[in-house]
């Protein structure tokens, strides 16, 4: 089957345009419209052509989050997270239209249990952030993408 013979998502103009004059009041310069940031949050590596979405979002905490989520379940937008944008599977394209919350501010390691093997982490650590960050510790974080992908966008990918 071809690309084209897929049925295209139909865009939910009103909802969208109720979504965007919400998160532009809630986020102010932190949501963007433009045409170029739009096109960057859109860009994939895959023969996919690029679906860029309606708006960007740069929320910096987890409240912001759940508020750009809510707004855009409320008005039936879709949402597409934003690592770094590795995007090697073509999952940033929106072509039913919708938001990109780019998760690239919440970069912050909260804590490392060296006894556990475990820490906690913001979405927009990369992994490269993460193994500087353990490197005295003895550990290290061996999963390799072949990107420098931020832990979010790589758990988002599986």
Do not use: W
Not at 14 to 43: D, S
Not at 101 to 106: A, E, I, K, N, P
Not at 149 to 155: D, K, N, V
């Amino acid at each position: 089957m071809a690309l084209s013979d897929l049925n295209p998502v139909e865009r939910n103009e009103e909802g969208i345009a109720a979504a965007l004059g919400i998160l532009k009041q809630r986020l102010g310069e932190r949501f963007q419209t433009g045409q170029a940031i739009r096109t960057q949050h859109a860009h994939t590596t895959t023969y996919i052509p690029t679906q860029a979405p309606d708006g960007v979002a740069f929320p910096e905490t987890t409240a912001e989050v759940q508020e750009i989520v809510s707004a855009c379940a409320a008005h039936r937008v879709p949402v597409i997270a934003f690592g770094v944008g590795s995007s090697l599977e073509g999952h940033t394209n929106a072509p039913g239209g919708g938001i990109s919350v780019d998760t690239s501010r919440m970069n912050r390691i909260l804590a490392v249990n060296p006894q556990d093997l475990d820490c906690t982490v913001e979405p927009g650590v990369t992994r490269e952030d993460l193994n500087r960050h353990l490197r005295d510790t003895g550990l290290f974080f061996p999963i390799d993408p072949g990107a420098n992908a931020s832990l979010g966008g790589m758990a988002a990918t599986r």
